[in-house]
Structure formats: structure tokens, C-alpha cells
């Protein structure tokens, strides 16, 4: 087995469910079109529309892909060079080479933990390689915008300081001159403050008399909101696609599936093979365990 290159890209075969979901779109568009004429002519129905009877085999597909994948929680272990009795160095500015990480995942698969998965299970791991701080920062910052992880994220944030205040102490600082410009806070004073709660409480009465609309009003409104809805829920989606597509492989990010197996068995596939060298002094390392259905989205949102 070989370490891979992470290429974070949109997980297509795990999210085709997703277009099951185009005819009942399509349809919601023009019914909620249909709405909004029915609604400007002054005519209202109850008559409930072709969306729902459309839409109810896609859902049910789409629930029960996301329940396959996403309902059951890998179980998850995270190592970097701040945790206690992991990195090596002094003070804040701790270090952990790519070797010494592999020995550390491998021994926490085989120690005594009450939290450890027991039986057969599959594995997948992702190695953070680099070897200054602003680096692993960024590293670490572009796989949290994806799946955000709590310890990932302390590392993130204290690699990310420790580069700030490595670059800020060779910075002089320069001091203003006396006396110094401010902002004088108008709301201390009484007069603005008594006065404020007076025309708060006019404009309050008025807004009262400006929000009584009628129901057809409200109705044409909601339609709207529900287009607008829609609309942004679709481009939403689009940009993460488009975020995602054309991803090239991140030699900062090495990634590899193991399994099945039980623990003994996964310690071995981890440190079998040519691993990350020593030359990636600053490491941290993400293992994941659990059903084979269970890691397929994670396993194709890195390329794997």
C-alpha cells in the first residue's frame, strides 16, 4: 500500500441521489410561477399541485443515502504536535516528524482505551506534512473548511499565532502623537438617550400600522420568498461543486484506506510500506475507523 496525494473534490457517486431531485425542482418552479400569476389575477385554489407525488421517490432516495452514509459516525482520532506528551520541542513551539506520527496512530489502535472501536473494521488515514508553521496552518485550514474537526482546528488556529507572532516580533511598533483622536459615544448622553427611546417608541407604533398587509399580500410574498428560497438553495449547491471541481493533489496531504481488520491487523497495514521522511518536522494525522459505507463519503470527498 502507498500513500496518495489528497485531491479534494465533490463526492459525485455519493451525492447522485441529487439528481433524482431535478424533475420535482423543475416542477416547483413552475407551480410556484402558476401561484404567483394565480395570486395577481386575484384567484386563489387549495388544490394541492404535482410537486409533492413528483418529488416523494427522490426523497426517499435522498433519505436513505444520507442515513447510509452520514447516520453512522466513524469513529475518529486525532494527533498533533500540541498535544500533551506528543510533540517534541520546548515552550509553545512543539514538533512532530511524519515517522513519529505514523508510531503514534499505530500505538493508539492497540493501547488500552475504553473509546476504541472493537472487531473487524475499515480505516482511513490523512497525514498533514509540513515544515514551518504558517504552512501547517494553511495546510490544516483548507481540510477544516471541509470537514472541520475540534482538534484540527485548536492546531489551525495555534499554528496560525505562532506564525503571527514569529513575523510581528521582528515589527517595530510606531506610537501616535499626544493628544489622540476619538470617537465621542452620542448614546451616553442623557438627552440623545431620553429622546432615542421616545422616537423608538413612535417609529414602533408606525411599523405596526405598515406591517398590516393584506392576506393576499402575504400570500404573493411568501410565494416570492419561497422562489428566492429555492434559487440561493441551487446556487449554493452550484458553488460547492464549482469550489470542488478541477482539484489538484496536495503534496501536504497524504492519505491511504486500510482494512479490513481488527486492530492488530490495522497497526501492521499502517506502517507497512515507504512512508513520509523526516524531513516533515511538523505533522499531525487524522485516522478514521468504522463500516466501509460508513467512510465512503469521506474516502471520495479526498479523492480516494
Do not use: H
Not at 433519505?63 to 520541542?89: D, I
Request: negative net charge.
Amino acid at each position: 500500500m502507498t500513500w496518495t496525494s489528497v485531491t479534494m473534490q465533490w463526492p459525485s457517486e455519493a451525492t447522485q441521489w441529487v439528481e433524482g431531485l431535478d424533475e420535482a425542482k423543475g416542477l416547483a418552479s413552475t407551480e410556484i410561477a402558476k401561484t404567483q400569476e394565480r395570486l395577481a389575477g386575484m384567484t386563489a385554489t387549495t388544490n394541492p399541485g404535482p410537486v409533492g407525488s413528483a418529488a416523494q421517490e427522490a426523497i426517499e432516495v435522498g433519505r436513505a443515502a444520507m442515513t447510509e452514509q452520514l447516520a453512522t459516525a466513524p469513529a475518529s482520532l486525532v494527533v498533533t504536535p500540541f498535544q500533551s506528551g506528543m510533540g517534541q520541542g520546548r515552550g509553545y513551539q512543539k514538533f512532530l516528524s511524519a515517522p513519529n506520527l505514523l508510531e503514534a496512530l499505530a500505538d493508539k489502535l492497540t493501547d488500552i482505551d475504553a473509546g476504541r472501536p472493537e472487531g473487524e473494521q475499515f480505516g482511513l488515514c490523512v497525514l498533514f506534512l509540513s515544515t514551518r508553521f504558517d504552512q501547517f496552518a494553511a495546510t490544516l485550514g483548507r481540510f477544516n473548511a471541509l470537514l472541520p474537526t475540534p482538534d484540527l482546528e485548536r492546531a489551525e488556529r495555534r499554528a496560525a499565532n505562532i506564525a503571527r507572532l514569529e513575523a510581528e516580533k521582528w515589527t517595530l511598533p510606531t506610537a501616535e502623537t499626544l493628544p489622540r483622536w476619538g470617537a465621542l459615544p452620542l448614546e451616553r448622553c442623557t438627552v440623545t438617550r431620553v429622546s432615542q427611546q421616545t422616537l423608538n417608541s413612535q417609529l414602533a407604533i408606525y411599523e405596526s400600522y405598515a406591517a398590516d398587509t393584506s392576506p393576499m399580500a402575504d400570500l404573493s410574498a411568501l410565494a416570492t420568498r419561497k422562489a428566492e428560497q429555492q434559487a440561493a438553495c441551487d446556487q449554493q449547491l452550484s458553488d460547492l461543486q464549482n469550489a470542488l471541481a478541477n482539484g489538484l493533489p496536495d503534496a501536504t496531504m497524504q492519505a491511504r484506506m486500510i482494512g479490513p481488520g481488527d486492530a492488530a491487523e490495522l497497526r501492521r497495514q499502517l506502517l507497512e510500506g515507504p512512508t513520509p521522511g523526516y524531513e516533515w518536522v511538523l505533522c499531525a494525522g487524522l485516522l478514521l475507523l468504522g463500516s466501509e459505507e460508513s467512510l465512503s463519503f469521506v474516502q471520495e470527498l479526498i479523492g480516494l
